[in-house]
């Protein structure tokens, strides 16, 4: 029995090995993927909604626009958090090597952004365009896709540069969640200049300042983003990855702390992770629209700090089976609203006449299931190679050799 549980158990710790993240540093931290499938696990909510219930409203009428409609919308909650996440990351990288007296290697920070993001982005926009090309496919209810670009040559050609949104003022024609990676991107080059400012701040003024800035960014500059060409841009989403920085700002005083306090300290931290996703979720239905201008950084600043540093929290997100699914967010992103477009045709057929919560509950388990399944194809063969630095390097030896080999054999 023990032969044949050892010989099950290596192929399975194999596999978990190698659907693990690569981090640059090696320093993997599993709580931060738990957090990110949280993220990427309410865009689904509501993505998965709003394509089975488009085909289902002869069978289950009056539910779009209702209030299931409304207590399923999270999506754009899940984007705050993501955006808050990035900015803590980008600060543990750059604030962290400036604050140890380090310089920053902006090439290889640049190169690094390149390498890692771009050919999984490349791939998808450019499967989209061809997939939308050959079969002619068109939604009629893709908002998204009837407005910006006139063609898809000309979609694909911006979105390449990550300005389809401010270009035409609408979400990708090709992949409509790309709009946050574009924003993404936006603060990627702003990102060192940033961690440049912070380090040069007085210590004990660094924290309360950061959040100060984020309140007064969040209230006065963030509203003016109302121009269709500058909604889907930082200018109305800084506050949330300069919330990130504040929680690394956060990370780095308590690690000061005595052990006591920090101990004691994550019961506190349990129940703001609690009560701010809560919040979150719920504010348009309790907060003021002039309210959650602010509020929606707060309530993601401290959601992102609740978990990294409550306890039974910060437990459940490092389960393995949640942040290793938590870890390939990025793919998941990129190929999920396809997936679900084309997915739903099928599955709004299962479960038909039975009760509404029946059937959405079938849906999302057959419509994540074959999400899943296809992200984590794309991230084996596609997301994860790219995070292994050294990847350019490799394949260039790979060709090259190919190459020479093939000259040999010639000659």
């Not at 209230?219 to 269709?228: C, K």
Request: aromatic residues 14%.
């Amino acid at each position: 029995m023990s032969s044949l549980c050892q010989r099950l158990w290596q192929p399975l710790r194999k596999f978990v090995a190698d659907s693990r993240r690569i981090t640059t540093s090696g320093d993997w931290l599993p709580e931060v993927d738990g957090i990110r499938l949280v993220a990427i696990g309410l865009v689904l909510v509501q993505h998965i909604f709003e394509r089975v219930i488009r085909r289902s409203n002869a069978i289950y009428p009056d539910i779009e626009g209702g209030v299931w409609e409304r207590a399923l919308g999270t999506g754009t909650t899940g984007v705050l958090i993501f955006f808050t996440l990035s900015g803590y990351i980008l600060a543990r990288i750059l604030v962290g090597r400036l604050s140890s007296g380090r310089p920053l290697d902006l090439a290889s920070y640049f190169m690094r952004r390149i390498t890692r993001l771009e050919p999984p982005y490349f791939l998808v926009m450019t499967g989209m365009y061809l997939f939308l090309s050959f079969t002619g496919m068109h939604r009629e209810h893709a908002v998204s896709f009837n407005r910006g670009a006139e063609t898809l040559t000309g979609a694909w050609l911006v979105s390449m540069f990550y300005a389809y949104c401010p270009t035409f003022g609408t979400m990708p024609k090709l992949n409509p969640p790309a709009w946050s990676l574009e924003i993404e991107v936006q603060f990627y080059l702003l990102a060192p200049l940033v961690a440049f400012l912070l380090v040069r701040c007085r210590e004990r003024v660094r924290l309360p300042g950061m959040i100060a800035c984020m309140l007064v960014w969040a209230v006065t500059i963030a509203p003016l983003a109302t121009d269709p060409h500058l909604k889907y841009t930082l200018l109305g989403f800084f506050p949330f990855f300069f919330g990130g920085f504040a929680v690394f700002e956060i990370q780095r005083l308590l690690g000061g702390a005595h052990t006591s306090l920090r101990k004691n300290l994550r019961p506190v931290c349990d129940i703001l992770a609690i009560f701010s996703i809560a919040g979150l979720l719920t504010i348009d239905h309790w907060a003021p629209a002039s309210a959650r201008l602010w509020l929606k950084p707060v309530g993601t600043l401290l959601f992102v700090a609740g978990c990294l540093f409550g306890g039974f929290v910060r437990r459940l997100l490092s389960i393995p089976v949640i942040s290793l699914a938590g870890g390939m967010c990025y793919s998941i992103y990129l190929v999920h609203l396809p997936v679900i477009e084309l997915g739903a045709d099928f599955t709004v057929r299962i479960g038909r006449g039975y009760p509404f919560l029946v059937f959405l509950a079938i849906q999302f388990v057959l419509l994540c299931s074959v999400v899943m399944v296809f992200s984590w194809v794309f991230f084996r063969l596609i997301e994860r190679p790219c995070m292994n630095r050294e990847w350019p390097k490799r394949l260039w030896l790979f060709v090259s050799g190919k190459i020479q080999k093939s000259n040999r054999d010639v000659s």
